[in-house]
């Protein structure tokens, strides 16, 4: 008889009332739950095993949510979810850019946590995992989430992984900017165009000979953007 391995989900938060809720959500849902109080318990819980996603609140005592994601960041590349009662833009740009995969503003219901994490694993395991562009002129891995052009190896950031990857399964189509935002920041609370502006400067800085005149990431000007696989 094949036995089913269950997805596991390593749980973070101070407050226990939410961990006992969303573990039996999850629970029910099919994953190993594991649960953890803070961010030094995080760590040794990593120690016995990794899980398949990690999520973590961001405004606890002593090791925050931001320190215990980049802390993991450093160790692998585990795929994050952050959870906050603080809805301001600055944190869930800072979350979003350097750690998160995806972000949710407390309160939630936990069913929406549920189909977060079930994207999120889903988007973690599918689509090209790498990519050359212009005849080897640009590699990009997203499994190692890295690219290489004549300048050197730079480390892409989970946002930039997920805008290439969305651009990636269009290669020389146009992703109108409205996909962008829906597919790359999913259903974060205020997300706007300008997300996407800037993400496209910083990854352009690595992908780009001269980042003020694009090659492979280009804008079409009131639509979205495209990246060309020729360089062209």
């Given at each position: ?155 892409l950031t989970p946002v930039e992984t997920r805008l290439l990857q969305l ?66």
């Amino acid at each position: 008889m094949t036995t089913l391995i269950r997805p596991a989900v390593l749980l973070v938060d101070d407050d226990p009332t939410i961990l006992s809720v969303l573990a039996r959500r999850l629970a029910r849902e099919g994953f190993d739950v594991r649960t953890a109080p803070s961010g030094p318990a995080a760590l040794s819980a990593l120690e016995r095993g990794w899980p398949a996603i990690l999520v973590v609140d961001l405004m606890m005592p002593g090791m925050d949510g931001f320190e215990l994601s980049r802390r993991v960041k450093r160790i692998a590349d585990l795929p994050i979810i952050v959870l906050s009662a603080v809805d301001a833009s600055e944190s869930k740009v800072r979350a979003l850019e350097d750690y998160a995969e995806d972000y949710i503003t407390k309160p939630f219901d936990p069913d929406e946590l549920v189909a977060r994490v079930q994207r999120v694993l889903r988007r973690a395991s599918g689509g090209r995992p790498d990519i050359t562009l212009d005849g080897g002129e640009v590699e990009i891995d997203l499994t190692k989430k890295r690219l290489v052009t004549a300048a050197g190896s730079h480390a892409l950031t989970p946002v930039e992984t997920r805008l290439l990857q969305l651009l990636i399964g269009s290669l020389d189509r146009v992703v109108p900017t409205e996909t962008i935002l829906n597919r790359v920041w999913s259903d974060a609370d205020g997300a706007d165009p300008s997300y996407v502006w800037v993400t496209v400067r910083r990854l352009r800085r690595k992908l780009e000979i001269d980042p003020d005149r694009p090659r492979y990431l280009l804008t079409e000007r009131g639509v979205g953007y495209r990246l060309s696989s020729g360089g062209a």
